[in-house]
C-alpha cells in the first residue's frame, strides 16, 4: 500500500513562478525523500531530508519536513519548463528497508 | 560511471506467460529492489535483495519472484501473468553504509500483458 499522499494532484504553472506540492504520510519515518520522474521514464533522486531535520536546499529547491503533522513539502523555485514532471515523495522508516511512494504531483510548467 | 540499467525496455506478453526483467546496480552497490508502476500511480515495492537473498518484500504475490547474482545483479521474474501485471518495472540499487538510503532508479521495462 502507497505511505504517502501528494497534493495537489496536478499543478499547472507558467516558466518563472514559484510551485509548491505537499506529501503527507501516515507512519513515523526514517528519511523523507522526493523524486522527479519524467514521462513514465526511471525516477531521478532530488533531495533526502532526515526525520530530525526540519528544512533542506539544493539549488532551486526548497524541502521542509513537520514530523508532527506528518507532513512535507517541496517548494521548486523560478521554474523552468524543463522542470514539467511528475514528482513523488517516498518513505523509509527505522529496520524498514522498503519505500513507499505517494501518487505524485503532475506539475506542468507552460513557457 | 554506469548508473542503473534495466533490460529489456519493452516488452509484450500474452496471459498465463513468464517473463523475466534483468537489473544491473549502480557501480558499488550491493542492494537492489524492485518496483510495480501503474499507470497514473506511484512506485509500489515488489521486494528487496542483499547478498543474494530477499531481505524484504511487500505485499506481493507469489507468482513474483527474484534473484541476486554474486555481481550484484538481479532478476525479476513473474509467472503466469495477468493483464493486471501490465506496468513500468523499475529496479533501483542502493547501498546503505552509513545509514543514508538513497536509491537510484534505472529507466524501467514497460510490460504490457496482452
Known amino acids: 500500500s502507497q505511505q504517502g499522499e501528494e497534493d495537489p494532484q496536478a499543478l499547472s504553472i507558467q516558466e518563472g513562478e514559484n510551485a509548491t506540492m505537499n506529501c503527507s504520510y501516515k507512519t513515523s519515518i526514517n528519511n523523507l525523500q522526493w523524486y522527479r520522474q519524467n514521462s513514465g521514464r526511471g525516477l531521478v533522486h532530488l533531495i533526502l531530508?532526515?526525520?530530525?531535520?526540519r528544512e533542506k536546499h539544493s539549488g532551486r529547491l526548497r524541502v521542509t519536513l513537520d514530523t508532527s503533522k506528518k507532513s512535507s513539502s517541496l517548494l521548486i523555485t523560478a521554474s523552468r519548463a524543463a522542470d514539467t514532471a511528475s514528482y513523488f515523495c517516498a518513505t523509509d522508516a527505522f529496520y524498514n528497508n522498503d519505500m513507499r511512494f505517494g501518487a505524485g504531483t503532475r506539475l506542468t510548467v507552460k513557457p | 560511471d554506469a548508473g542503473v540499467t534495466q533490460s529489456p525496455t519493452h516488452l509484450i506478453k500474452t496471459r498465463g506467460q513468464q517473463v523475466t526483467l534483468r537489473c544491473s546496480p549502480k557501480?558499488?552497490?550491493?542492494?537492489v529492489s524492485w518496483y510495480q508502476q501503474a499507470l497514473g500511480q506511484g512506485p509500489q515495492f515488489i521486494f528487496q535483495y542483499y547478498e543474494e537473498e530477499e531481505r524484504q518484500r511487500g505485499n506481493f504475490p507469489d507468482r513474483f519472484s527474484g534473484h541476486q547474482f554474486p555481481n550484484y545483479s538481479s532478476e525479476l521474474n513473474v509467472n503466469a501473468l495477468l493483464l493486471g501485471d501490465s506496468a513500468l518495472y523499475l529496479c533501483?540499487?542502493?547501498?546503505?553504509?552509513?545509514?543514508?538510503?538513497?536509491?537510484?532508479f534505472g529507466p524501467g521495462t514497460r510490460l504490457t500483458v496482452l
Open positions: 531530508i532526515r526525520s530530525n531535520e
Open positions: 533501483a540499487s542502493s547501498s546503505p553504509a552509513g545509514g543514508i538510503y538513497t536509491q537510484y
Open positions: 557501480s558499488g552497490h550491493d542492494t
